[in-house]
């Protein structure tokens, strides 16, 4: 009925779809693994911006909290580099933490203080850690 040379002709075609379907599954899975950690430190940074943003917010209404004068203002500046690193907890938020400090300068008549505060917003831990940083300068006459 076969020929002696068309004898287990299909076998070897079947072995290379079944590799080739293979290969195409492992490449789908891993572009696809990829793309999940892509979204998640996406995420991940987007929260340590906010972090940021919160810490410089928090620092710059420390610095003017009951601060009638330059003095009081340039204390509350020294102040703020003393703080410890501050977890954050609002939905949104939570595992972030920020850290902030803070600079003192005055122009050259002396007539106005110059702060600049840095914050840095820190999220997540281990590979998924993100970081940034923001600065805010604000003045008082």
Same mark, same amino acid.
Do not use: W
């Given at each position: 009925?076969?020929?002696?040379?068309?004898?287990?002709?299909?076998?070897?075609?079947?072995?290379?779809?079944?590799?080739?379907?293979?290969?195409?599954?492992?490449?789908?899975?891993?572009?696809?693994?990829?793309?999940?950690? &892509?979204?998640?430190?996406?995420?991940?940074?987007?929260?340590? =911006? @906010?972090?940021?943003? $919160?810490? %410089?917010?928090?620092?710059? *209404?420390?610095?003017?909290?009951?601060?009638?004068?330059?003095?009081?203002?340039?204390?509350?500046?020294?102040?703020?580099?003393?703080?410890?690193?501050?977890?954050?907890?609002?939905?949104?938020?939570?595992?972030?933490?920020?850290?902030?400090?803070? &600079?003192?300068?005055?122009?050259?008549?002396?007539?106005?203080? =110059? @702060?600049?505060?840095? $914050?840095? %917003?820190?999220?997540?831990? *281990?590979?998924?850690?993100?970081?940034?940083?923001?600065?805010?300068?604000?003045?008082?006459?």
């Amino acid at each position: 009925m076969f020929h002696k040379g068309q004898q287990g002709f299909l076998m070897p075609l079947a072995l290379m779809l079944v590799v080739g379907i293979s290969v195409l599954a492992i490449a789908v899975s891993r572009l696809s693994g990829q793309s999940t950690t &892509s979204i998640t430190l996406e995420e991940m940074s987007a929260r340590a =911006f @906010y972090a940021a943003e $919160s810490g %410089g917010q928090l620092a710059v *209404g420390y610095l003017y909290l009951n601060a009638s004068d330059r003095a009081q203002t340039d204390q509350h500046c020294n102040d703020l580099n003393g703080f410890p690193v501050i977890n954050l907890f609002p939905s949104g938020l939570t595992g972030c933490r920020t850290r902030f400090s803070c &600079s003192a300068s005055a122009n050259p008549a002396n007539t106005a203080s =110059f @702060y600049t505060i840095s $914050s840095q %917003g820190v999220c997540g831990s *281990g590979d998924f850690t993100a970081e940034r940083n923001i600065q805010v300068t604000t003045v008082m006459r």
